[in-house]
């Protein structure tokens, strides 16, 4: 897991607080599981339209669930592809918190072929997880925080699992999970970087 910085003096209390909560509330109802399975079989058939409706239903339902406004979600066909001369970077997904858009990438950069559902659904909840740092937490960033990312694992694990609730991540429905993940500097996203 790779973390953001610490901010200078002016932003400090916001990470803080940010990497302090590490739990999120999480619907009771099985609604979220149902979602994401119509998610994976849409990317299954590798029908697009249908892989855009259901990510907006999916952030609809999230976006209910916490009482916030619901942001855009776009699907995009191949991730961006940065090549340097000793690295490579894929954008997976990204947030613009200005137009409240999600942006996610159903096709792997090089070959051209239907990411997994596993890493597509983590990164819509990774970018999810940045709308909720700014409309529900009230940052003025988003930061990629150990509470952040812990965060962000406990949605992929409720929507993908019953509920999430895993005896050794859970208690309750209040929910904790490690997590993981390698981001880069730029635009508020997921990226992996590695060399060629």
């Known amino acids: 897991m790779l973390t953001d910085p610490p901010p200078r003096k002016a932003n400090i209390a916001g990470f803080v607080e940010s990497d302090r909560i590490k739990t999120l509330d999480l619907p009771h109802e099985r609604s979220l599981l149902t979602i994401t399975k119509s998610i994976e079989s849409a990317m299954k058939a590798e029908r697009s339209t249908d892989v855009r409706r259901t990510c907006a239903a999916f952030v609809a339902a999230t976006s209910g669930f916490y009482r916030i406004p619901a942001c855009g979600v776009r699907v995009l066909a191949a991730r961006p592809l940065r090549v340097r001369e000793r690295w490579t970077t894929e954008l997976f997904g990204d947030y613009t918190p200005e137009t409240m858009l999600i942006r996610v990438w159903m096709r792997t950069a090089v070959r051209k072929e239907i990411t997994s559902f596993g ?56 929910c904790r999970a490690a997590a993981g993940a390698s981001t880069g500097p730029g635009p508020i996203g997921v990226r992996e970087s590695g060399t060629p």
Not at 159 to 167: D, L, M, N, S, V
């Open 119 to 174: 890493t597509f659904l983590s990164t819509l909840c990774h970018e999810f997880c940045h709308h909720l740092d700014y409309q529900k937490f009230g940052f003025h960033d988003s930061w990629h925080t150990r509470g952040f990312y812990e965060r962000t694992a406990a949605l992929y694990h409720h929507a993908t699992t019953r509920g999430g609730r895993r005896q050794s991540d859970c208690s309750g429905w209040r």
